[in-house]
């Protein structure tokens, strides 16, 4: 069983939470009152301070006393739930503490160096480049960079914490989801990007009701790609209130995601009229249904336009290099380098930019021992020579 934080520690708009082992699973449906969503799944869940079978469930929903938090969870595989909370560490701790059950906190954490982290974190990397990334780490990179540069030999990084931001969608797959009006082709790119037919397609509107969220693999990194219910006026009751909810979870899920792909069917753009492919940051608008023009989508790019239907190899290149693009992801220092250094928590780029303020010596080097021995107080500790 395992419960840990995966986004760095310290106040953030979100914290992500990944809760691991039938044990802990079970302990998460106590506080939630309801059934884990399946595999691939997302859905909008509020979190109890009071197991469900403490009392009478269905008071405890309706009390606002009880009620943690509201998160967002997305179900990875048989064994693995991410929870997407609210960013107070507070809050976070407290849903750790509770998860983990009697005992689980109550003893310090063992410091632990920047290589022993790296190797506890290493298992559960998903992309290719993000292991070799934190492989490096496990096994000196950061801790022979960072000291020669606290000793004056190399003159390091212009900032450790634009480092580890640069390579940050390497360690954790970035949240990118689909979004549009209903039928403009969301579902279909979704299967095109995947490879595979992994939600209903049809010409009927409505026909996505729910979310669905799948790993993708794109060059050297891995995103969570989730497909959502599209925008349109519907009913209240029967299945057009399913619709509603789909339609709000995705709202949610779009809010706290790294970045958005907004799809806009050609068919509905107003003559003479094309769309900014980058409003904003976060945020990525592309045609669909392209295939409806009377010229090759192919040859579109700079006002990109893609059809699934007749040019698919080109739509599922394109797309893939506007997620890379919003992502910031073509920035040379987002890519793995054979042996570069790369702090892999943000509180230590942090540690180290701070280190600055001391000049290169012994004094920064004590620092930066600390720093990379887990001893945030900057104590430096006997290390490894085979290491420095």
């Known amino acids: 069983m395992s419960v840990r934080r995966l986004t760095p520690a310290g106040t953030g708009g979100v914290a992500v939470v990944e809760v691991s082992g039938r044990t802990s699973l079970r302990r998460l449906e106590e506080y939630l009152g309801s059934p884990l969503p399946g595999d ?33 969870l997305l179900r990875r595989g048989e064994d693995c739930v991410e929870l997407c909370l609210h960013g107070n560490p507070l809050l976070v701790q407290e849903v750790i503490q509770r998860l983990e059950g009697e005992g689980g906190t109550d003893a310090p954490e063992e410091a632990l160096s920047v290589e022993a982290s790296a190797w506890q974190l290493l298992p559960h990397i998903e992309s290719e480049g993000g292991a070799r990334l934190v492989l490096d780490q496990a096994q000196g990179a950061l801790r022979r960079e960072a000291l020669a540069w606290a000793r004056g030999d190399v003159p390091g990084p212009l900032s450790w914490v634009d480092l580890h931001r640069a390579s940050a969608a390497l360690i954790r797959p970035p949240l990118v989801v689909l979004i549009g ?3 403009a082709g969301k579902s279909t790119l979704f299967n095109l990007l995947l490879g595979e037919e992994r939600v209903v397609v049809s010409d009927e509107m409505g026909t996505t009701r729910d979310t669905i969220a799948a790993p993708l693999a794109l060059d050297q990194w891995v995103v969570r790609l989730v497909d959502t219910a599209g925008e349109r006026e519907v009913g209240s009751s029967g299945s057009g209130s399913v619709e509603v909810e789909g339609q709000r979870l995705g709202r949610e899920l779009a809010a706290r995601a790294e970045l958005t792909l907004e799809l806009i069917d050609f068919q509905s753009l ?12 976060g945020r990525r608008v592309l045609v669909s249904r392209a295939d409806a023009l009377s010229e090759d989508p192919a040859a579109l790019d700079a006002r990109v336009a893609i059809s699934a239907l007749r040019a698919p190899e080109q739509a599922r290149a394109l797309v893939g290099d506007l997620i890379l693009e919003g ?62």
């Open 40 to 72: 691939g799944k997302a859905t909008l869940a509020r979190l109890l301070r009071t197991p469900a079978g403490s009392g009478a469930q269905g008071e405890q929903k309706r009390s606002g006393v009880d009620l943690l938090d509201e998160a967002l």
């Open 327 to 388: 992502l910031g992801c073509q920035n040379p220092e987002a890519h793995w380098q054979t042996g570069a250094a790369v702090p892999l928590e943000l509180a230590w780029a942090e540690a180290l930019d701070a280190a600055r303020a001391l000049p290169p010596g012994e004094a920064r080097v004590q620092w930066v021992l600390g720093v990379l021995n887990g001893d945030s107080l900057g104590q430096g500790k006997a290390v490894d020579p085979s290491c420095s």
């Open 181 to 183: 009006a209903s039928n």
């Open 270 to 281: 107003p003559a003479e009229t094309w769309p900014d492919p980058a409003p904003e940051p």
